[in-house]
């Protein structure tokens, strides 16, 4: 499953990063590691770009950034 792929108010924990180079390092310095905990809040209108909230702060990404992240869905509670 991908970041992708999370429904908007569920959460995940990240999994593994893809891309590669220079895009995998932007990822990464986002704060966009394994085992980090990430919630989608928002989505744009018309489903692209997503809202993610991580580490403390608001991240804005694209449906096709947001592909190459491996995620795991956290279990409703």
């Known amino acids: 499953m991908t970041l992708k792929d999370i429904r908007i108010g569920s959460s995940a924990v990240i999994k593994a990063v893809g891309g590669e180079g220079a ?3 932007r990822f990464l310095d986002m704060g966009i590691i394994p085992g980090t905990r990430v919630t ?3 989505a744009a209108p018309l489903g692209d ?3 993610l ?3 403390g702060y608001s ?3 694209r449906l096709s950034d947001a592909e190459m992240i491996t995620v ?3 279990a409703v509670k």
């Open 23 to 25: 895009l995998r390092l």
């Open 40 to 42: 989608v809040s928002k």
């Open 49 to 51: 770009p997503i809202q």
């Open 53 to 55: 909230s991580l580490r």
């Open 59 to 61: 991240l804005t990404m």
């Open 72 to 74: 795991e869905e956290e």
